[in-house]
């Protein structure tokens, strides 16, 4: 049951992330193509470029509820990777939210949470970076969805999660 007030804005961020990212994720090239075919409005290159880290690829806003302005979904072109990025969110709520999201994987996949991270941001923001991975016993590829956000009211994007492939490299510190 949720308190009086809840927080809608990361009751939408966690179900945009579910329904774009995780429920697409096994077909991110048909998704993307569907949302080029369909004219779905994107964002011009340029601005499209902030939420795409560097990549090339394609960014749409996302309305929700009705209303524009505070998502965009990015899908970098040629990636196994989806970002969804939220303008102003709750951050507290929406790590509680993801955190229960991703706590448990299907069978006969396993989850396993990441570590932690806090950190600065350039402009001095304080960001806080939560993790799990999905994955079968022993596999060397995995599902990883990530979230990092800020309650910071001068930060442009309180909050970004996303969903990759990752591949595990050879173990770290392997070395004495």
Known sequence: K????????????????VELCVRHFGDLDEFRARLLRDKVPKLPA????????GMDGDAWPVPYKGKMGNYVLALPAGK?????????????AI?????????DAPKPMVAKRGPS????????????TVSSTWAPPGA?????????T???PKAELQALGSVAMIADGPAR????
Do not use: Q
């Not at 340029?46 to 880290?53: I, T, V």
């Not at 790590?95 to 706590?103: C, H, P, R, S, T």
């Open 2 to 17: 949720k308190a009086a007030g809840a927080d809608e804005g990361a009751d939408g961020f966690l179900n945009l992330y």
């Open 46 to 53: 340029e601005d499209a470029k902030r939420f795409l880290a």
């Open 80 to 92: 196994n990777l989806c970002l969804l990025h939220a303008h102003r969110a709750n951050a507290a």
């Open 95 to 103: 790590e509680k939210g993801f955190l229960d999201n991703v706590a």
């Open 117 to 128: 991270r806090d950190e600065l941001s350039a402009d001095k923001i304080k960001m806080r």
């Open 140 to 148: 060397r590829r995995k599902m990883e969805f990530m979230l990092t």
């Open 150 to 152: 800020t309650a910071s």
């Open 173 to 176: 510190n392997a070395r004495p």
